[in-house]
C-alpha cells in the first residue's frame, strides 16, 4: 500500500480486499477517506473513488457487491451515527439512514435482509445496545 494505516477496514470480495478508511497515524486530523482494492492473486492495489468522508474505527460487512460502512470517527475527532453504502462495481456510494445513536469500535453482521449493530463506545462510554437495519 501506498501508506501505514491502522484503524481501518477490510472485507473479502472473491480474490481481492477491499480496505476502507482508517488512519495513518494515531491521530484524527490523519483519517482517511481512501478505497484500496488489492488483487491477492496479482499482489497488486488499486485506488478506488474514495468514500464521501474520512473515517477510522467503523464497522463495515459486505452486502453482496456493496461494503456498509458503519458508524466511526472523523477526522475532527467526531463520534458518527452515518451508514454508507459503497457499490465496489460502479465506485460510487450512497449515504443510508442515520443509526439512533454515535458509536464507534462497534461491529456488525449481516442475517439474512438486516444489518445488525453491536456494542462499541459513544460520546458518553461504552454501549450496550443493539441497531438494526432491514433492507
Not at 11 to 23: H, K, P, W
Not at 78 to 94: A, P
Not at 107 to 118: E, H, P, S, W
Request: a neutral charge; proline letters at 3%.
Amino acid at each position: 500500500m501506498r501508506e501505514p494505516r491502522q484503524f481501518h477496514s477490510t472485507e473479502i470480495f472473491d480474490d481481492n480486499l477491499l480496505i476502507v478508511g482508517g488512519r495513518t497515524t494515531t491521530k484524527s486530523q490523519e483519517s482517511l477517506s481512501s478505497v484500496v482494492l488489492y488483487d491477492i492473486k496479482k499482489n497488486e492495489c488499486k485506488q478506488l473513488t474514495p468514500l464521501p468522508y474520512e473515517v477510522s474505527h467503523m464497522a463495515t460487512v459486505r452486502w453482496g457487491d456493496n461494503i456498509v460502512v458503519i458508524g466511526g470517527v472523523d477526522k475532527r475527532d467526531n463520534k458518527l451515527d452515518t451508514v454508507v453504502i459503497y457499490n465496489v462495481k460502479t465506485e460510487q456510494s450512497h449515504l443510508l439512514p442515520l443509526m439512533r445513536c454515535k458509536r464507534w469500535g462497534c461491529t456488525a453482521v449481516v442475517i439474512r435482509n438486516n444489518i445488525v449493530v453491536l456494542g462499541g463506545v459513544s460520546e458518553q462510554g461504552e454501549l450496550k445496545s443493539v441497531e438494526a437495519f432491514n433492507f
